[in-house]
């Protein structure tokens, strides 16, 4: 018992730090994290589904990140606001489009 007891304490103290380590990073800096991970999951969508489908790509996107983005991730997209991340993919799809204009 004095094993599993020393184990949920690590678990729980690792868990407390990303908490608080998610609550002092800055709104910019979570903006940033959220919207490097969009890139690749844009990427993805535009690969999958092509050019010129854009509803369904931001329907794609907005579906594949509740499915494959980190915990740490959607706890961040929270702290934000949920309704904020249409507003995140957009400024993802701004940055692939700058890479390729340069």
Excluded: C, R
Excluded at 45 to 56: D, L, M, P, Q, V
């Amino acid at each position: 018992w004095i094993i599993i007891g020393a184990l949920a304490a690590i678990i729980i103290g690792f868990v407390a730090y990303k908490i608080i380590s998610i609550l002092k990073t800055g709104d910019e800096e979570k903006k940033k994290i959220i919207i490097s991970f969009l890139v690749g999951l844009v990427n993805s969508a535009e690969g999958a589904i092509g050019s010129g489908h854009g509803k369904e790509k931001l329907e794609q996107v907005e579906k594949w990140f509740y499915e494959k983005a980190p915990f740490v991730y959607k706890i961040m997209l929270k702290i934000l606001g949920k309704e904020n991340l249409k507003q995140l993919i957009e400024s993802a799809l701004k940055q692939i489009k700058e890479k390729f204009e340069k």
